[in-house]
């Protein structure tokens, strides 16, 4: 029995202890977090926090957002594409840039995170030129996410500070309403303006190649106001508005020169230059990692090199029309009857711009490629090599359906299987962009000396003649409409296939002029057999015959539509201007559509 | 002591102290007890004379029945039936009671009266009354129960050859749906219990029930990890009788019981069955003539012209009618699936023990891949002395399972059957030898099933789980009735889940044909496919334990029986995952790092979590007639800031029997037991992620920028919860149940009928609609929405018994259910719209617009067009061939109002076609007839009131690299103008919801059955073998409509079909 009592004591003695309360149980924390007050107070960490910031931001090729609105080559007369912008019918929702909920990989989601960065680096302790870097960095792509939306919409909320949006209480306070587009353009400004201020005009690392300096973000509010001059947002011409831009390029010209910047001395290797590339302003980094985690691979070069020299291919064929817009080696237009040189649709590719051929690559040209220096492009019809009886297009796969492709920043050295893998950094903003930015502005202003003296530098640095009068094959004496034209033109071969066509036809209002009731063309190119040419051997000299005699011999030109569904129909006045998507104002009633698309909010105020 | 360990790092910490003091409290009690024990056995009482006393059991046709067990009532002292159902058994004095039972008998308990043999006969047991109902932290009887619990029927998915425990559920129960695990091997069912909601989405509970395994709550995966013959019972808590469970218990419970030993002589049984599973159908695809023409019909729409390449010309077309590749029916063939199980149990009234292993094999229906699992289960219960019994158990398992590593495109365990079913027939799988290349890019359409299944790419799981339970109670000497009870659970599971892939050369070829589209002629160029190119693993573990102390008081006093049980409960769980892969493996080097050649990269991930309880439960009845139970938790979760840890759950649940009312006893006949109940809970779920209150950063691998060269890219800090909300607490439902239970005519006839309320409010929701997007980040979850469900569930059992040898059951249930959604995320835009559901059921039904027809000529087009003048289908012009609906308004204007109707089809023009979308109504229908020995049944279930349609991977359009089912080949061209399907090119007008796509929703089918013949047991005796009983079974037999003339009756037809399984299969007990 004592045994037994002894047992009762130490079970209950047991039970009472356990059933204590001990809320150590519950005393746990998040081992798979971080708190922000770590990050913040430490510049290596709060750099890999910019360093985010920087991915969620910056622009793909062809200076894709990211976001909803794809690549703009094929919504221009640069290239074919088929979608609802070329065939008119465009809804309302279909724009979904603005966004269509709540994520944080949206506009609205990028610029969250922006918000909070400056918020939780401006709490922190680090010293305040170092903060002030920082700061100055995340601001420059806060304007850039505004940018990417005002010249879509319109003026739209800004949003300044992270939104706390829990709780009914807080959450109203969220709704807000559209801003100007006036004041979304200084908005814009002046982020910018606090971004110049405080970022160095070159950053001493090398390895900090690609981060914003001030003469970026000189360079790109000269971008930004030179569109809010141009008549999408300025449709009176008011001239203050040309002299703002005239201002932000000059000061970002001033900025970018002191501290080494010019025009490349190549118009082709300015592409594969990397670090300290004089040409580059604002750049994305690509690497030629593997690696899931690690890569990041500039998937332009496979999408766009012919399929066979790599594993995608075939986008991005340039169209007829752009092949016809290049000038000729003196500067002036093909056809044009005071060019010392005559163009002929036969012979293209003769006495041209030195740009066209570092730009498009067509059948019979020598185009370095996977390593071969000499490299010969074939897109004929004709006898094959597989089959020599048999008449068809000779390219082994996914051929050309223009006969041409875009060799623009093609590595001319990676292997078939590294295509994919190549790491030429997209430059956004180039030098020679600035040029132009000044030299519209100052057109804009009416200031034309200035424009020319831009000109001739893109010309010269080109390879254009300079002509008996040192005019590269400009027009003497031009009016400044005809100026606003040459530079417009200037850009279209300079920026081709840069992604910048489509803006500045929109910004300008020239989309419909340029497209509507057309079909981009295309050439077939067809081989005929001559005693000296005999097919059958054909596949096997090519390479080593005179292009010139082929043309005039051997080659028949066809053109052909490459819009074979329809008539191109930009519709400008919706598109200026594109909607709200539905489910945005839905989410946030405030919210008004424009005037363009049956609301009432007017994006010129 | 407990406090004295500060460690706040060291999550077992306060598990240490506390359970060093359980266990030094339990070892002093036992090493007392184990000395104590002697002497009581040795004649601590006066011996009695013991008296030899032998009988035999039988059934009601008077076939012995081995191992009932046979006690001494009010002891635990018993025997058990051999296989011609003799028991011997040593009385001490020749006037005891003993009582008989057998699962599926009535328990019976006859009075010795000093005779030494006598022959008892078992009744079957139908009703059930008197069965033992598991329920939260203990039992009680079927007769007594005052909450919604169902239960399984263990004889009904003893055989099932699926590979999760989950799928054997499937139609067992009203109010308990199962979906899948029927399909793709190694994927278990998953279960809800009454349609619950989840608004939260961030929550890992999901809309499931919580899994409680011997009283332990568990995961999903550790109860799919059960072998069905290693469990005792299943019981399933719809109502308020989950309050026990507080805040977990929301969304319905899972019991379950594992098998214990039982007194008797060793019992040894075996189970096993072997089985082949098929497709029910493989989805029909269009033929690689079918697929070509049908881009032709598309292009030329398109206007491109018959010289242009894309166009397949007449020879390419002639080839390929005489050269079609299925390549689905290449790689498909029927899978094997087998499955063992052993246990044996036995003991005297101080020891009992069970042991069991068991194993199950799926093959898939492509080679290469499968899955497995072992389990094992060892218990022994001990009777340490009087009035302390101890307890310790054993169980584990490992689970195998291996998919294909399908990287390319974005990585879906489904890409298999993708790939193979889109691929185009026209495209061979080999020429030459060589495999073909099929598309450029690095993406979906360029993947060779047949060369990775050849490389042997595969993703692995490997899980294997420890679990220990040891458990003492105590029968505290000084109250009669109360007990103290402490129960210790560590679980520890490991996982290793394994990617192996490499990279494979496929082979483009120069091509014939005219337009070349015949795979053929020269190799042009050998093209390297990635298909990951990776080792990669995860190992993890997970750390838990549960420690429960009980204080329990069972009494009658007269007519009155009260009980009572208070309980702490405290969880702690540590869990460790980490990742490393290493990338560049080398071809036909072995599948592991050590034939990798490129970078690597390693990341982990920590977690730990905790659960604190403090419960208590009072009953009372009074002559089993007046029911009464009440509940109250109160718990503590990791998940909320720390002031709002703690929810309190009170429930009262109530009973009245009728039956046992002496004016309804004497007065009415037909009905030998009637009960009305009802419960009232309120309880919650804490469905929402953890730190869900803290705002924190993490680092993120693959979202750094690049700068300075071609460096790799960096690790970043990114927000990892943008947007905390700190008072996020315990969401509530509170929960109604009312129900009768009733027996008629001699018990032949029961009937269950239950009706429940559920309201949910409170409920943590992640809004995103309702909030600006302006904000930018997801939205924490937060206390908001409120959702009432409410539905019906009646069960009716029918027993007959048509002579001696012919009897059969018949168990069907009917359940119904709705909701209706009071406050939930609705967009400010939307609301009193027709797109407002507030007020509404969450299913609203079908979305879609309204469908008038097919232009099927230029005369219909210019007909309507007369009278619908500019009228455009998503901004193009009607043309032959479309497909066109009613224009319903017009715009939103800027007030939030839609315009009139404008003449135009717009996203503004769609409405809820059908009042419902999926079922919300089922009848279950499970039948068994016995003749003799002979016994069959089936699972059968039709539900219905809901509007299917055909999927969207269905409708889209077929590409040059992608296929689509067979009834794209009947569509509109000019000279098929009367075709079944509108004209491919026209994508936009097509392929969205409208009654075109309509079909029935109309499902039913029989799920299993099962034949099985019992061997007599004269036969079987011969052999000295006490039971041998053969079956065959079938999962998914037929399903008796299928509205879908490409794919069966469930699922994408882009996705792993539903297999039938049939089997064969052998018990044997020794």
């Known amino acids: 029995m004592k045994y037994i009592s002894l047992a009762t004591l130490g079970l209950g003695l047991g039970a009472t202890f356990l059933l204590g309360s001990c809320e150590q149980v519950l005393d746990k924390q998040n081992l798979s977090a971080i708190e922000g007050s770590l990050i913040y107070n430490d510049s290596t960490l709060a750099n890999l926090s910019l360093n985010y910031v920087y991915e969620q931001n910056l622009p793909n090729w062809f200076g894709q957002s990211t976001i909803g609105f794809g690549n703009p080559t094929g919504l221009s007369d640069e290239s074919f594409s088929d979608n609802a912008f070329m065939q008119g019918t465009v809804q309302q929702s279909d724009v979904t840039d603005f966004g269509t909920g709540l994520s944080k990989d949206n506009n609205y989601g990028k610029i969250r995170t922006i918000n909070m960065f400056i918020r939780d680096v401006r709490a922190g302790s680090l010293p305040t030129g170092t903060k002030n870097r920082l700061i100055g960095q995340a601001q420059f792509f806060r304007a850039w996410r505004y940018f990417d939306l005002v010249r879509l919409y319109g003026g739209v909320p800004l949003v300044f500070t992270p939104l706390n949006g829990v709780g009914n209480e807080a959450r109203d306070l969220t709704y807000l309403p559209r801003n100007t587009t006036t004041q979304t353009f200084a908005a814009i400004a002046a982020d910018l303006d606090s971004a110049a201020a405080v970022l160095p005009g070159k950053w001493a690392n090398s390895a900090d190649w690609g981060h914003i300096t001030k003469g970026a973000a000189q360079a790109f509010k000269g971008r930004a106001l030179l569109y809010a001059a141009s008549p999408q947002f300025n449709p009176s011409d008011n001239a203050a508005k040309w002299q703002a831009a005239y201002d932000a390029s000059l000061a970002a010209r001033t900025t970018l020169l002191a501290n080494g910047a010019r025009l490349h001395t190549s118009y082709d290797q300015l592409w594969f230059q990397e670090n300290g590339n004089p040409e580059a302003v604002m750049v994305t980094g690509y690497n030629t990692s593997s690696g899931d985690q690690t890569r990041k691979n500039n998937s332009y070069d496979n999408s766009t090199r012919p399929a066979y020299t790599g594993t995608n291919g075939g986008s991005n064929v340039p169209t007829l029309e752009m092949v016809q817009a290049y000038p000729m080696l003196d500067g002036k237009k093909p056809g044009d009857a005071t060019s010392k040189y005559t163009y002929s649709l036969q012979q293209f590719y003769k006495n041209r711009d030195p740009r066209f051929e570092k730009t498009i690559a067509y059948n019979g040209s020598t185009w370095p490629l996977n390593g071969n220096t000499g490299y010969r492009l074939w897109t004929y019809v004709g006898p094959t090599a597989s089959n020599p009886n048999v008449i068809a297009n000779v390219e082994p796969s996914k051929p050309s359906n223009t006969s041409f492709y875009t060799r623009k920043a093609i590595s001319p050295t990676a292997s078939v299987s590294d295509a994919m893998y190549v790491g030429t950094d997209w430059i956004e903003i180039r030098y020679a962009e600035v040029l132009l930015n000044v030299a519209e502005a100052a057109c804009g202003i009416n200031n034309l000396t200035e424009g020319y003296t831009q000109l001739k530098a893109i010309r010269a640095r080109a390879g254009i003649e300079a002509g008996t009068d040192g005019n590269y094959g400009l027009k003497p004496g031009m009016t400044r409409a005809e100026m606003f034209d040459a530079i417009l033109y200037e850009r279209q071969i300079e920026f081709a296939f840069e992604g910048k066509r489509f803006w500045d036809l929109r910004r300008w209002d020239k989309l419909d002029d340029v497209l509507n009731g057309k079909k981009r063309k295309g050439l077939t190119i067809t081989f005929k057999a001559t005693t000296a040419v005999p097919a059958a051997t054909f596949t096997a000299t090519r390479d080593g015959l005179n292009l010139d005699n082929l043309y005039t011999n051997n080659f028949t030109i066809t053109t052909k539509d490459v819009d074979t569904k329809y008539n191109l129909n930009w519709r400008e006045a919706p598109y200026r201007f594109f909607g709200i998507p539905q489910a945005a104002i839905d989410n946030n009633p405030k919210l008004l559509q424009n005037t363009t698309w049956n609301g009432s909010f007017d994006p010129l105020q | ?20 003091a359980a266990l030094i409290a339990s070892s002093a009690l036992l090493g007392a007890q184990a000395a104590q024990a002697a002497p009581v056995a040795g004649g601590g009482k006066p011996a009695n004379v013991l008296v030899a006393f032998k009988g035999r059991v039988v059934d009601a046709k008077g076939q012995p029945i081995p191992g009932v067990t046979v006690l001494i009532k009010g002891t635990k002292t018993g025997t058990s039936t051999d296989a011609n159902g003799i028991f011997n058994f040593n009385l001490p004095t020749g006037k005891e009671t003993l009582i008989f039972s057998f699962v599926g008998y009535k328990t019976q308990e006859v009075a010795v009266n000093g005779r030494s043999t006598l022959d008892v006969s078992l009744e079957e047991d139908a009703a059930a009354l008197d069965d033992v109902v598991v329920v939260g932290y203990g039992t009680q009887t079927r007769a007594t129960l005052t909450g919604a619990v169902a239960t399984v029927d263990m004889k009904q998915i003893q055989d099932l050859p699926v590979g999760s425990l989950s799928a054997t559920l499937q139609g067992q129960m009203p109010g308990v749906g199962v979906s899948g695990g029927t399909s793709r091997p190694g994927q278990p069912a998953q279960i809800t219990v009454r349609n619950p909601n989840s608004l939260a989405k961030d929550g890992p509970q999901g809309v499931g029930p919580l899994y409680v395994i011997d009283n332990v709550v568990r995961s999903q995966d550790d109860f799919n990890l059960l072998d069905q013959s290693e469990v005792e019972s299943i019981s399933v808590l719809k109502d308020a009788s989950a309050a026990i469970y507080g805040a977990r218990g929301g969304q319905g419970v899972i019991l379950v019981t594992t098998k214990r030993g039982k007194i008797g002589a060793p019992r040894l049984s075996y189970s096993g069955s072997v089985g082949v599973a098929d497709a029910t159908r493989l989805p029909s695809m269009m033929s690689g003539l079918q697929h ?23 020879d390419e077309l002639d080839y390929f009618a005489q050269n079609n590749t299925n390549w689905l029916k290449e790689a498909w063939k029927p899978a094997v699936t087998q499955r063992h199980a052993l246990n044996m149990s036995g003991g005297t009234d101080r020891v009992t023990y069970f042991a069991s292993a068991t194993y199950n094999k799926q093959n898939a229906n492509f080679d290469n891949i499968n899955s497995d699992r072992w389990t094992y289960r060892a218990s022994a219960d001990v009777k340490v002395a009087r009035g302390l019994n101890a307890a310790l158990s054993v169980s584990g398992g490992l689970g195998n399972s291996r998919m294909y590593f399908l990287k390319q495109g974005q990585e879906n365990q489904e890409n298999d059957m993708r790939s193979l079913l889109y691929t185009p027939q026209f495209a061979p799988m080999y020429v030459n030898g060589l495999p073909v290349y099929l598309s450029s890019g690095t993406g979906f359409d360029a993947f060779h099933f047949f060369e990775v299944q050849k490389s042997d790419n595969f993703t692995s799981q490997r899980n294997t789980t420890l679990n220990v339970q040891a458990s003492a109670e105590y029968e505290l000497p000084f109250l009669k009735g109360l007990r103290a009870r402490v129960v210790f659970n560590k679980n520890m599971a490991n996982s290793f889940g394994k990617q192996y892939g490499t990279k494979y050369n496929v082979y483009q070829l120069t091509m014939l044909g005219d337009h ?46 009260v009980s009572a049980l208070a309980f702490f409960e405290q969880q702690e769980t540590h869990t460790d995952l980490t990742t490393a892969m290493q990338e560049g493996v080398i071809i036909g080097g072995l599948p592991n790092m050590s034939s990798a050649t490129g970078g690597y990269t390693a990341t982990e991930v920590e977690t730990e979590s905790g659960l604190l309880s403090y419960v208590g439960r009072l009953n009372y009845d009074y002559a089993n007639k007046y029911l009464l139970e009440f509940t109250i938790r109160r718990d503590g979760s990791t998940r909320f800031a720390p002031e709002y840890r703690f929810g309190v759950f009170p429930a009262v649940s109530a009973g009245w029997v009728i039956s046992e009312e002496p004016f309804f006893k004497n007065s009415v006949r037909l009905v030998d037991f009637l009960k009305v109940r009802g419960s009232l809970g309120f309880l919650g779920t804490d469905n929402t992620k953890s730190y869900n209150w803290q705002t924190n950063y993490s680092l993120a691998t693959g979202k750094g920028a690049v700068f300075g060269g071609n460096g790799d890219r960096p690790l970043v800090f990114m927000a990892n919860n943008a947007l905390a909300n700190r008072a996020a607490r315990w969401d509530n439902i509170t929960k109604y149940n009312a129900g009768i239970d009733a027996r008629f005519l001699d018990n032949r006839l029961s009937l269950t009928v239950d009706g429940y309320y559920d309201h949910a409010y409170n409920m943590l929701t992640a809004l995103s609609g309702s909030a600006p997007l302006l904000i930018g980040a997801a939205l924490p979850s ?4 409120i959702i009432n469900g409410f539905g019906t569930e009646v069960s009716v059992g029918w027993n007959g018994r048509i002579t001696n040898d012919l009897s059969f059951r018949l168990n069907s249930f009917f359940s119904w259910n709705d909701n209706k959604q009071v406050r939930i995320d609705v967009p400010r835009g939307q609301l009193n719209t027709f797109l407002d559901p507030t007020g509404q059921s969450s299913d609203q039904g079908v979305l879609g617009y309204r469908y008038l027809g097919m232009f099927r000529t230029d005369d219909e087009v210019k007909a309507f067009v007369a009278t619908h003048k500019d009228y455009k289908i998503f901004g193009q012009d009607p043309k032959p061939g479309m497909l066109y609906y009613e224009d319903i308004r017009g715009l939103k204007n800027a007030d939030g109002t839609y315009g009139a109707p404008d003449g135009v089809i717009t996203d503004a023009d769609v409405e809820y076609l059908t009042p419902k ?29 809901g509007q299917a ?26 000279d098929n103008p009367n075709a079944s399907m509108p004209a491919p090119y026209y994508v936009a007008t097509y392929d969205v919801t409208s009654a075109f796509w309509f079909r029935s929703s109309l499902s039913a089918g029989v799920r299993n ?31 008796f409509f299928n509205p879908y003339s490409y794919k069966d009756y469930s699922g994408a037809y882009d996705s792993y079909p539903t297999l039938r399984t049939l089997s064969f299969g052998l018990n044997v007990g020794l």
């Open chain 2, 1 to 20: 002591m407990a406090h004295s360990l500060p460690s706040r790092r060291r999550p077992a910490g306060a598990t240490h102290s506390r359970l060093a």
């Open chain 2, 292 to 314: 070509a023409q049908y881009l032709n019909d598309y292009n030329t729409v398109a206007g491109v012209a018959p010289s242009n390449s894309a166009i397949y010309t007449q």
């Open chain 2, 516 to 561: 070349k589209h015949i795979y053929g002629g020269d190799v042009l160029k050998t093209v390297t496919l990635n298909n990951g190119d990776r080792v990669r693993l995860n190992p993890s573990y997970s750390d838990n334990y549960q420690l429960n102390g009980y204080l329990n008081y069972d009494n009658q006093f007269g007519k009155h029986h």
């Open chain 2, 782 to 785: 937060e206390n908001f929405g």
């Open chain 2, 917 to 945: 979308a999926s079922n919300h109504y089922s009848v279950g229908f499970n039948p068994s007839i016995t003749y003799k020995s002979l016994n069959i049944s089936a699972t059968m279930g039709i539900s219905w009131g």
């Open chain 2, 949 to 974: 349609t055909v999927e969207g991977s269905a409708r889209s359009r077929a590409t040059a690299t992608a296929n689509r089912p067979e009834f794209w080949a009947d569509h509109w061209t000019k």
């Open chain 2, 1009 to 1039: 059955a099962n034949v099985s013949y019992t061997i007599p047991t004269a036969l079987t005796n011969r052999i000295s073998v006490s039971s041998v009983r053969v079956f065959f079974q079938a999962t998914n037999l037929f399903n």
